[in-house]
């Protein structure tokens, strides 16, 4: 989840946190949503699992050796907060959290499988064909960890018997070590120039090599075969972009995402982008061919989909044309390189903004039933008149998505209202992504909305005010295209990856000794809203609906 940025841009202000003022005098009449709208709360397995003892801890994957490495933490490539100190869900097997989620009204459990748990030794050795076959799948089973298996089979369980329908992500940023060995990339791409080729020689390359789509392809079969028969909804990649951007797009003095391998490779983030349509188009047959049972029944045995981080750029200067032309650049990059790839099976492979000959995939067309929004902020761009990169030619743009905050205390200031994480509040920009991707004709679910706030005294309204934005598009029904529903980040604080557990999204606090829950009043609100399946009258107008003079 989000891109992080400090690169220089001009700022101006605007109103954020309601959408447009109704001239209307009097009370609002209550926003109905429609029936069968989907409410959830979304977590990921690295960031909700490790605390309350090491024996919960997962060392076997790349963010766990990234996270806990000293040169990264002396270069505050990470905070310095370790993920075992965590929320305790392995532990715990989310009992509380999903006890909670129900408490509130939610319908859905949305949770990462940690790939590195399931498989914490390689799976090369079993070699499959174009398929994953029965016999594959048997020999996987054989190399499984069953303790992990039996853990997620009684997460899922329990979240099924409380009336929350499963959606599962495959892969949610982490990779296992024997997959991805991230100091060693670290330290061969920092010898390389941004533009210099990838290096073939480097071995647990991750997402740079093609060997891990393969991996990838059994890993999701399996787990289609394993839990089929309790989880319908499945994510194969999570924010697919914003792996190849923080985790190969690092400039100096600029973008600082640092994710695993944290380096300045331009090539790189293109080849990773790549890889990653293709590791989704497999995972998506798979799961479609080895989910066989309507756990749901709804009629329809599986529904697997994208989900994308989506950023609502704007021009830093309006009034300037190379701001302007720059805006269209960053949002093809950003938000839209890998849905065309993953939806139309349109791959840019020289990044020229172009479709040019050689650069359409049939098999990678169509590879989602539905498309997942992931939603923030916004990002102001500033044009520099040239390509940053030879790699990238539409690279002409600086963008920023972050200002001050507590691990950038001599950030730019926020220029309006910012999350405590330096992200910018832009309540109409998550309208405008909405009917950005309903162009792609697939149902809409927002996977992901939420704001870091520690008081709690913003979350309340950032929520009404973006559920209001879900609701009038919801009726609106742009290019014919459904909302399906709203999944909140998140209902428990968590590991906010290099940043630690400083940005507080919860609707609920952990104790990171005891492991108890405290609701804040966000929840209550959020969970009147999903009980109701509508938004009050009185809360539109305390968060929506209010003058600026008011």
């Known amino acids: 989840m989000k891109i992080r940025s400090t690169a220089i841009a001009t700022c101006t202000a605007i109103t954020l946190l309601a959408v447009p003022s109704s001239a209307a005098a009097g009370a609002s009449t209550t926003a109905h949503f429609p029936t069968g709208f989907t409410w959830g709360v979304a977590g990921a397995g690295f960031q909700t699992e490790m605390g309350g003892g090491d024996a919960y801890s997962d060392k076997n994957t790349d963010w766990w050796a990234w996270s806990h490495n000293a040169a990264n933490i002396a270069a505050h490539r990470v905070s310095g907060d370790q993920p075992e100190n965590g929320p305790g869900g392995w532990k715990t097997s989310f009992a509380a ?3 909670n989620a129900k408490s509130i009204g939610m319908k859905s459990w949305r949770m990462g499988i940690e790939w590195s748990r399931i498989f914490p030794k390689t799976t090369s050795t079993v070699k499959i064909g174009s398929t994953v076959s029965t016999t594959n799948l048997k020999a996987l089973d054989k190399l499984a960890s069953k303790t992990a298996v039996a853990k997620y089979r009684a997460i899922l369980t329990a979240a099924r018997k409380a009336g929350l329908n499963p959606f599962i992500t495959l892969n949610h ?19 390389r120039a941004p533009d210099d080729p990838v290096p073939a020689s480097l ?5 740079l090599a093609t060997s891990t789509v393969t991996e990838f392809r059994k890993y999701a079969a399996y787990m289609a075969w394993k839990f089929g028969d309790l989880v319908d909804w499945w994510s194969p990649i999570n924010e697919p972009m914003v792996m190849a951007v923080n985790g190969y797009a690092n400039v100096p003095g600029a973008l600082s995402g640092n994710f695993p391998p944290g380096a300045y490779c331009y090539r790189c983030a293109v080849k990773v982008s790549e890889n990653l349509a293709a590791a989704n188009a497999v995972a998506y047959d798979e799961v479609h061919s ?21 950023i609502h750029f704007v021009a830093s200067d309006p009034t300037n044309a190379v701001d302007v032309a720059a805006v269209i650049h960053a949002d093809k990059l950003f938000n839209r390189l890998s849905l065309d790839a993953m939806i139309n099976g349109t791959v840019d492979h020289n990044a020229n903004g172009q479709i040019d000959a050689g650069e359409t995939d049939t098999k990678l067309a169509n590879k989602a039933d539905f498309l997942g929004v992931n939603y923030y902020f916004r990002g102001r761009v500033t044009g520099t008149g040239f390509p940053l990169s030879r790699a990238i030619p539409i690279l002409d743009f600086a963008p920023r998505t972050a200002y001050a905050w507590a691990l ?3 950030g730019e200031p926020c220029p309006t209202l910012c999350s405590d994480f330096g992200s910018e509040i832009d309540t109409d920009g998550f309208g405008a992504v909405l009917r950005e991707a309903a162009t792609y004709g697939k149902p809409l679910l927002i996977t992901e909305n939420g704001m ?4 709690d005294a913003h979350r309340p309204g950032y929520l009404v005010s973006h559920l209001a934005q879900v609701q009038q598009l919801a009726a609106e029904k742009p290019n014919g295209v459904s909302v399906l529903g709203y999944y909140e980040w998140s209902l428990t604080d968590n590991y906010e990856w290099s940043a630690g557990f400083l940005p507080k999204f919860g609707l609920y606090s952990f104790n990171s000794s005891t492991l108890a829950r405290t609701a804040r009043g966000s929840a209550a609100v959020f969970g009147s809203i999903a009980k109701a399946n509508a938004i009050s009258g009185p809360l539109l107008d305390q968060y929506v609906n209010t003058s600026p003079s008011s």
């Not at 071995?203 to 997402?207: M, N, V």
């Not at 080895?290 to 989506?310: E, H, I, Y």
């Not at 870091?452 to 008081?455: E, I, Q």
Request: net charge neutral; aromatic share 6%.
């Open 97 to 99: 959290d999903i006890a």
């Open 173 to 191: 940023f982490t990779l296992p070590l024997w997959a991805h060995d991230p100091i060693q990339a670290r330290d061969t791409l920092a010898t």
């Open 203 to 207: 071995t647990k390359a991750g997402w």
């Open 290 to 310: 080895k989910d066989t049972k309507d756990a749901d029944k709804d009629g329809k045995k599986s529904k697997v989909g994208v989900v994308q981080n989506m």
């Open 408 to 410: 950038n205390p001599t």
């Open 452 to 455: 870091a706030d520690s008081s």
